[in-house]
């Protein structure tokens, strides 16, 4: 792990998803976000999962947060970080690598 403090992991945490709770459950609903990501078994995508999760955090006190919260938002922060250096050109609005970061709480069009 690294040397950062709960606060850092979670400032960047609030820096990486920039959609709301709201947002993103009402996106999580949508057929293309349901089809994003890398599907395990015929199952639910990592990322969708992992955006349901974000949904929690994004609710959560920040004094209610556990050890466990803490990892996962690290993860976020990297997944959406390593995914944006990896930009297509041209329109983006209607990809899989947006709608794949969506999932993760990131708009890249916000």
Known sequence: ???????????????????????????????????????????????????????????TKKADLSEDDEKHMRKVVGYVHRHMAQRPDGDVRETTWRYSLMNWGHDPLK
């Open 1 to 59: 792990m690294s040397g950062k403090s709960a606060e850092e992991v979670r400032t960047e945490f609030d820096e990486a998803v920039n959609m709301t709770a709201g947002e993103l459950e009402k996106w999580l609903e949508t057929d293309e976000s349901k089809d994003a990501g890398q599907h395990e078994d015929g199952g639910e995508s990592v990322g969708h999962e992992s955006g349901r999760r974000i949904v929690d955090l994004l609710r």
